[in-house]
């Protein structure tokens, strides 16, 4: 199953993929909101998680699963948010919007690692 990262710094992408990785998940790539949503075009059902950022260019976060949540195919795909943005309204807003977790940078590996194995069910 793939991971599909959604931010627009090549930092985050290198350490969170170190993350999917020894969770013994794949990582994809995205830059934004708006290549989020063609990567998720063209992998489809290998993608079993999208962890994204808030603040990015051409289409944030929020506006991303807002896209991701009003389209049949991937709808059902559980997105973290996975962002600096972490004041107690910022959060209840994207859950309200559909966001399954969120977890605020910086973050420990473990962390996000138990949060994405509660994002997939698989417990901790």
Avoid at 98 to 103: I, P, R, S
Wanted: net charge negative; proline share 4%.
């Amino acid at each position: 199953m793939k991971i599909l990262i959604v931010d627009d710094s090549r930092i985050i992408h290198k350490i969170v993929a170190k993350v999917v990785e020894m969770l013994d998940f794949e990582p994809a790539y995205a830059s934004n909101g708006v290549e989020a949503l063609e990567q998720l075009a063209k992998l489809g059902d290998d993608v079993g998680l999208v962890l994204m950022d808030w603040n990015m260019p051409e289409m944030n976060g929020l506006d991303c699963l807002r896209a991701i949540r009003a389209h049949s195919e991937f709808s059902t795909i559980p997105v973290m948010m996975l962002t600096t943005e972490s004041e107690d309204s910022r959060v209840a807003l994207a859950v309200r919007e559909g966001a399954t977790n969120y977890c605020s940078k910086p973050f420990t590996p473990e962390d996000l690692g138990r949060k994405i194995f509660e994002c997939l069910g698989l417990g901790g």
